[in-house]
């Protein structure tokens, strides 16, 4: 595959389920936060009338191209921000929007991004270290790899990566580097196979795996970003309004999961107190008490979907 010639394709994970828990009215208001090639919202788009309105946000050049060009037959129901959906609150001001009746949020890497040479996101491929899903960001892959001592090395791969090796593989990292800057994914291929055990290497998938997926969280601070969202964005939802968030690794997952439960109940008082004195209520109830997953004809078509797992959030009404 030659790199800037894949079109920006994203099969969306979890779509029908994804909808039907957003519980979609067609005068209502929407924002798919990870708005991609623009999957999700086209459904969504499609299902609004007179009054609806989607906001899509995405911080790629590449995707929002894509998804102007998707979205174009409900160009005056649709609009397109680049951004960050940690921005979401700066971006709703700006459109004199005052609540959302649903907010999607698609995390982790695109398959566009993933199968584009010059991205630098996968591990199949040798090319330049890059990973910015931003690409008017200065902080590379290359700057995390060459640049972090084996100390902050390790912490991003033991954090992100959750590999039992990271402290060899960092400590492999910064040998190599003293040779030369790491420049190439095929690079830090070779770098990370040797400081895996090659009994080991046979098991658990490719060993680059789980380090560049903890580069490219370190890289573009996805965790720091999710974890602002889970904060505010229930502050942008209308009453009833529903939060639904697919994550693909069980640092998203948690991280979800435990922000809905805090949501549902904020209360802090000792378990043995007769009634609740710390004054914290609860915003809302969480939908799904065990994450949606992918179904199997849904695996058989699409293996990239095989770790994704939907949580829903709904905020509370008036009457609640």
Known sequence: MEGGQNPFVHTSVLLQETLEALKIRPGGIYMDGTLGGGGHSYEIAARLGEGGRLIGIDQDQAAIEA??????????????????????????????????????????????????????????????????????????????VNGCTES???????????????????????????????????????????????????????????????????????????????????????????????????????MVKAAFRKNENPCTCPPDFPVCVCGSSSRGRVITRRPILPGEEELAVNKRSRSAKLRVFEKRTANE
């Open 67 to 144: 998804a102007g060009k998707r979205l174009a037959p409900f160009a005056e129901k649709v609009t397109i921000v680049r951004s960050n959906y940690c921005h979401a609150g700066e971006v709703l001001k700006d459109l004199q929007i005052k609540g959302l009746d649903g907010i999607l949020l698609d995390l982790g890497v695109s398959s566009y991004q993933l199968d584009t040479l010059e991205r630098g996101f996968s591990y199949k491929y040798d090319t330049a270290l890059d990973m910015r899903m931003d690409t008017r960001q200065e902080l590379t892959a290359r700057d995390i």
């Open 152 to 254: 902050e090395l390790f912490h991003i791969i033991r954090d992100y990566g959750e590999d039992k090796f990271a402290k060899n593989i960092a400590k492999h990292i910064v040998r190599a580097r003293q040779e030369g800057p790491i420049e190439r994914t095929g690079e830090l291929n070779e770098i990370i196979r040797a400081a895996i055990p090659a009994k080991m290497r046979k098991a658990g998938g490719h060993p680059s795996k789980k380090t560049f997926q903890a580069i490219r969280i370190a890289c573009n601070r996805e965790l720091e970003v999710l974890q602002e969202a889970l904060e505010n964005f229930i502050d942008y939802l209308n009453p009833g309004g529903r939060f639904c968030v697919i994550t693909f690794h069980s640092l998203e997952d948690r």
